[in-house]
T-cell receptor, first 113, second 111 residues
Framework: GESVGLHLPTLSVQEGDNSIINCAYSNSASDYFIWYKQESGKGPQFIID?????DKRQGQRVTVLLNKTVKHLSLQIAATQPGDSAVYFC????????????FGGGTRLMVKP | NAGVTQTPKFQVLKTGQSMTLQCAQD?????MYWYRQDPGMGLRLIYYSASEGTTDKGEVPNGYNVSRLNKREFSLRLESAAPSQTSVYFC??????????FGSGTRLTVV
C-alpha cells in the first residue's frame, strides 16, 4: 500500500553537499514561519523558525531565508548527512491567528552516501 | 519523557464502525490539535482546542468529533468510519505557536 509522502517532491543530494528546500506561501499577512522535519513513522519535529521582521536566521547547520517580496521561504542544510533524510514541511501563521499554523505539502530529502 | 502520547498506533476499521483516537500531553500546554496526513498533502487540521473547554473546526472537520476532556486530553472520534478517512492522524499540543509538539501518529485504515 501507499505510505505517507509517496507523491511528495523529492530532493536527492550527495552526503556532504548543501541542501536547499523551498517553500512558497500565499498570504502576505503571514507573520511567522516554521520548518519541521518528519522521519519515517514519526511525528514532525521543530527545526527552525523565523518571524516576518527578519530575512535570515541561522541554527546549527541550518539556515532559513525569508523573501517576503515573492512570498518564498527556504531551508538550507549545510554538509547534509544521512540522518537528514526525511520529509521537510514549512508552516506559516497568519498575523494575529494565535497559535494556528498552516502546513505546506512537504519535500522529501534523500541523502546518498 | 515529556511529550504527546497517542493511542492506538495502528487500527483497521470496517466501513461504518466507530472509534476514538486518544491523545494526552503532560507539558501543561493550553492548545491541542488533531491533524490528518495523506500522501502528498501535508498536514491538514481537523479540529483544535485553544484552551480547556473550547473546541473549533479546522480545515477538514466533516466526519469527526472531538472532546477536550481536560487540559491534558483531547480525543478524536469517528462515528461512522469511511474509506476516505484512511490516513495517518497526528495529535499536537502547544503553549505558543513555536512550541508545537507532535505525537507519533495513528495509522488508520478503513476497509
Amino acid at each position: 500500500g501507499e505510505s505517507v509522502g509517496l507523491h511528495l517532491p523529492t530532493l536527492s543530494v550527495q552526503e556532504g553537499d548543501n541542501s536547499i528546500i523551498n517553500c512558497a506561501y500565499s498570504n502576505s499577512a503571514s507573520d511567522y514561519f516554521i520548518w519541521y522535519k518528519q522521519e519515517s513513522g514519526k511525528g514532525p519535529q521543530f527545526i527552525i523558525d523565523i518571524r516576518s521582521n527578519m530575512d535570515k536566521r541561522q541554527g546549527q547547520r541550518v539556515t532559513v531565508l525569508l523573501n517576503k517580496t515573492v512570498k518564498h521561504l527556504s531551508l538550507q542544510i549545510a554538509a547534509t548527512q544521512p540522518g537528514d533524510s526525511a520529509v521537510y514541511f514549512c508552516a506559516d501563521r497568519l498575523n494575529n491567528a494565535g497559535n494556528m499554523l498552516t502546513f505546506g505539502g512537504g519535500t522529501r530529502l534523500m541523502v546518498k552516501p | 519523557n515529556a511529550g504527546v502520547t497517542q493511542t492506538p498506533k495502528f487500527q483497521v476499521l470496517k466501513t461504518g464502525q466507530s472509534m476514538t483516537l486518544q491523545c494526552a500531553q503532560d507539558m501543561n500546554h493550553n492548545s491541542m490539535y488533531w491533524y490528518r496526513q495523506d500522501p502528498g498533502m501535508g498536514l491538514r487540521l481537523i479540529y483544535y482546542s485553544a484552551s480547556e473547554g473550547t473546541t473549533d473546526k479546522g480545515e477538514v472537520p466533516n466526519g469527526y468529533n472531538v472532546s477536550r476532556l481536560n487540559k491534558r486530553e483531547f480525543s478524536l472520534r469517528l462515528e461512522s468510519a469511511a474509506p476516505s478517512q484512511t490516513s495517518v492522524y497526528f495529535c499536537a499540543s502547544s503553549r505558543y505557536v513555536d512550541g508545537y509538539t507532535f505525537g507519533s501518529g495513528t495509522r488508520l485504515t478503513v476497509v
